[in-house]
């Protein structure tokens, strides 16, 4: 989708909950407090939070459902 980067932030950072929405608070808050521009980088925000909730195996077993997924509906046709 075409969106503004900044915009993107913004809506990830509305539909996080719990621990994620509170390492969020806390790294916009530390960027504030440092002087420097609030986070922007949709990539940037996105992997700081993966890297600290997701499992390094976690993109592998997404690739895995997905071959699954297709191998499963190759043997129905």
């Known amino acids: 989708m ?3 980067e900044e915009k993107m932030v913004k809506l990830f950072a ?3 909950k719990g621990r994620a929405f509170s390492l969020w608070k806390c790294q916009t ?3 504030l ?3 420097r521009q609030p986070i922007t980088f949709y990539i940037n925000t996105r992997h ?3 890297d600290r909730f ?4 976690y993109e592998q077993y997404l690739f895995q459902r997905y071959q699954d997924c297709l191998q499963e ?3 129905c046709t």
């Open 2 to 4: 075409s969106i503004i």
């Open 14 to 16: 509305n539909n996080l």
């Open 29 to 31: 808050n530390i960027q």
């Open 33 to 35: 407090r440092g002087g």
């Open 48 to 50: 700081m939070l993966y």
């Open 54 to 57: 997701l499992c390094p195996s």
């Open 73 to 75: 509906k190759k043997i």
